[in-house]
């Protein structure tokens, strides 16, 4: 689970049968831990989480988690966060250039619409307890995984930092004394090929080592019309990866060493693009899809359209290298427990884009990025008679730098020159070159507590909080400010070079900070099947800076941001009945947010703000087993979100301020699935699946603008696999059957007279085989 690595076939098959050398021929993979051993009355299998940092049973912890296991994303083919999140109520995920990019996960509204990358997210991703920083790391291809956990909900003390919204946990499988492992391949649709595998084989009675690896490809499935760019299809998956680990288990030290690597390359989505009108009260645009863009193009006229065909006049290529490396350290004294995580993380990425869509060579943009992060942590926990407690400190330093750089070749103003059978304009051409250098460090240092203890039989009161002071020291040079500008040809003074108004050259700031986080709750155990539970959460966020290309009239007292903070209230249930045969999950939840950190994106530019917010809702979550080989699941949300007073600006320099929705947070949203299983002679199985999602619509950005509504959408998917024996599976799927397009990011430029959409993954179908040892 890296951003991605590129290694060749035959070395990965090469170092795979060099540690099976080690391994009995007939051992058997273990199965991961969340879906350990079925019930042996044809009942559900206990579900283990570590979502307060130690294994529990789902059911016995008042938080309101989802956990996946690692053979569900195996054998249902999930290669994406954005696959795993859609089955999870009231979470939603988009990746603004195509899976392997930059993934905004969005927690009960709560998430960051910006698709920047100097900003941390309020919905904290965590690799093996390893706090993943930037935007633009934390979509990456998922393999080999134990679990993944979601917490729903600020999770601001025993994670810690920015998780106003939730996180998101995913678990590596790790090595151990039994030897065993998989292989799986796949071929599908657009010449997709994957193969993955893992392998763990011990080396001596206390040192055991574990190999996984990832190959993703496929030729993309965009068509760009552009004879010059026919061959670099869009939506392409571009992925390799590689992950060692050793483990020492002594019986008194468990320590683990974790070593990964991971390159992507690869076309990415391209943008499709609709003309929009702008409306001069509000400032807001509405799609006009039989109009031109300012600059006169219509994909209709051109044969491009909203079904994956696209006509670009330059490329959209993303690469991106990561490496992490991570330290574990944990010691049993009996009644008390001592862990120590070290972890590292190198990411690279450079991104190309061709930001007006369209045969006009009007924008052309990169974006390479670079960060280093390091984090430590202590922590230790005890368990007495009624009471446990959990203790530790935090630190984490990371850099960050990105050069953003733009080329505009913008109309020369009062040329109006059109060629007469195309319709574009084809007058002369005056180029603007924007760049942006910056840099941020941040260091931030935390101690945290959470005690539980039981008040009386059965109920038991938890109170926990956590202390965080953060530094941040950022530095910006050779800025350009972007005005917002109605008609076209574009105006030059529209453009500010470097040390335009309101920008200084070079800005320098500093951000320090103590943040308080924490939590209190009860939990009533009613019996040993139903758990009744209340809590009052205070989740923080640090403040920052905006950075990058801004929309016009920035000052620099615009460029910080502040923290947000969130007070959350929360009540559910968690039930399991009829002998095990139904577990049935509720909760309501109530957000009270100040300065909530909102991105709005003007023009061609962007900012984060402060503004005050809050968010309601319910959730449902059920799973059965009625009947012997039959299983069910269901969940479902609701939804309400409100930005109070978000201020538009509109042409002529006026604003335009209401309330709003959250961007990216529809009011409703479900996911459900069955599967069935046929016994056959010979300990042989026929299982089939079938997998749905739905979400209503939801805005795209946060001035609610009409041409950025996405419309709600529903996509369901099946596989038959064929259990061949306890090793060897195969299976046949499709992806998304009913061939549902669905809008999956708007960007506004009404100021250029568009809108760009990103859509989803047409149909696929194909094969894969599976085999365990």
Known sequence: MTRSFVSTSSTIALTVAALLAGAPAAAQEATSAPAAAEADNGGLAEIVVTAQKREQNLQKVGISVTAVSGDQ?????????????????????????????????????????????????????????????????????????????????????????????????????????????????????????????????????????????????????????????????????????????????????????????????????????????????????????????????????????????????????????????????????????????????????????????????????????????????????????????????????????????ATFNVPVSGDTAVDPVTGLYNGAFFPINLAANWKMRTTSVAAFAQGEVELADRLTFTLGGRITRDSKKFDERDNASLRSCPGFPIPTNCFLPPNGPGIANPYRDTYKKTLISGKAALDFQVNADLLLFASVSRGTKAGGFNNGFYPGGVSTAQIPYRDENVIAYEIGEKATLFDRKLRFNTSFFYYDYNRYQTFNFEGIGGLLTNQSANAYGAEVEIQAAPVDHLELRFGGSWLETKIKDVRNGVPGGGVYVADREMSNAPKWTANGAIAYTVPLANDRSLVFNWDWNYRSSRYSNNFNDPSVKMPGYFKHNADISFNVNENWQLQAFVRNIGNKLAITKAFQFNDLGYVQYIYSEPRVFGASALYRF
């Open 73 to 405: 994303i195996l054998e249902r083919g999930i290669s994406n966060s954005i696959d795993l999140i859609t089955r999870t109520p009231s979470v939603d995920n988009y990746s603004p250039y195509g899976p392997g990019s930059s993934a905004n996960i969005v927690i009960r509204g709560i998430g960051l619409n910006d698709f920047g990358e100097g900003h941390e997210a309020p919905v904290t991703v965590y690799v093996d307890e390893f706090y993943v920083v930037n935007v633009p790391a934390v979509d990456f291809a998922l393999f080999d995984l134990d679990r993944a956990e979601i917490l729903r909900g600020p999770q601001g003390t025993l994670f810690g930092r920015n998780s106003t919204g939730g996180l998101v946990h995913y678990v590596t499988k790790k090595p151990s004394q039994e030897a065993g492992g998989f292989v799986k391949g796949s071929y599908a649709r657009f010449n997709e090929l994957k193969l993955e595998g893992g392998v763990t084989a011990p080396l001596t009675d206390t040192l055991s080592a574990r190999l996984s690896f990832l190959s993703h490809h496929s030729d993309g499935y965009i068509k760009n019309l552009n004879p010059q760019f026919a061959k670099d299809k869009g939506g392409q998956a571009g992925t390799d990866a590689v992950r060692l680990q050793l483990r020492y288990d002594d019986g008194d030290w468990d320590v683990l060493l974790k070593g990964e690597y991971g390159r992507t390359d690869k076309v990415h989505t391209y943008y499709e693009q609709t003309p929009s009108l702008r409306d001069p009260v509000t400032g807001l645009g509405s799609a006009d899809p039989t109009g031109v863009d300012d600059a006169g193009y219509n994909e209709a006229n051109f044969g491009a359209g909203k079904r994956n065909v696209a006509y670009t006049s330059n490329p959209q290529r993303l690469k991106s290298k990561g490496s992490t490396a991570l330290l574990r350290a944990e010691r049993d004294f009996g009644d008390v427990s001592f862990t120590s995580l070290t972890g590292y993380m190198h990411f690279t990425r450079n991104l190309e884009e061709d930001c007006d869509a369209s045969p006009n060579t009007i924008c052309v943009a990169t974006f390479p990025y670079k960060s280093d992060t390091a984090t430590q942590e202590f922590r230790a926990f005890g368990k007495g008679d009624g009471f446990n407690w959990t203790a530790g400190v935090y630190g984490l330093y990371s850099k960050a730098r990105n050069n953003p750089n």
